[in-house]
């Protein structure tokens, strides 16, 4: 069984800063490429940011230049680090990880930022 344990989210002010991780564990042969995603109240899930397992990287435009996201290929491990906040940018956030199988999916983490 494959699990998916996200942390990092909270209240911070517009302009602040918060690092997501999310780790995997569990029958997992290979992972290809990690995401992550959101979704506010009211609006359809959304991706935000993608690493493959090189390591190449892209972003959703609304995110360009203010989030990052890693991974730890030891440790199965996936990060997005998340600065200059903006009010808009509220909502869960989820983990994804695509691998040869079937993807899966983090519990979500909120992540408010107050004006």
């Known amino acids: 069984q494959v699990r998916l344990v996200e942390s990092g989210g909270g209240l911070v002010q517009a302009g602040g800063s918060l690092r997501l991780s999310c780790a995997a564990s569990?029958?997992?042969?290979?992972?290809?490429?990690m995401h992550w995603y959101r979704q506010a109240p009211g609006k359809q899930r959304e991706l935000v940011a993608t690493?493959?397992?090189?390591?190449?990287?892209t972003s959703a435009d609304s995110v360009k230049g203010r989030f990052t996201i890693s991974r730890d290929n030891a440790r199965n491990t996936v990060y997005l680090q998340m600065n200059s906040l903006k009010p808009e940018d509220t909502a869960v956030y989820y983990c994804?990880?695509?691998?040869?199988?079937?993807?899966?999916w983090g519990q979500g983490t909120q992540v408010t930022v107050s004006s």
């Open positions: 994804k990880i695509s691998t040869t199988g079937p993807g899966y």
């Open positions: 569990g029958s997992i042969f290979r992972i290809n490429a």
């Open positions: 690493i493959t397992s090189d390591g190449t990287t």
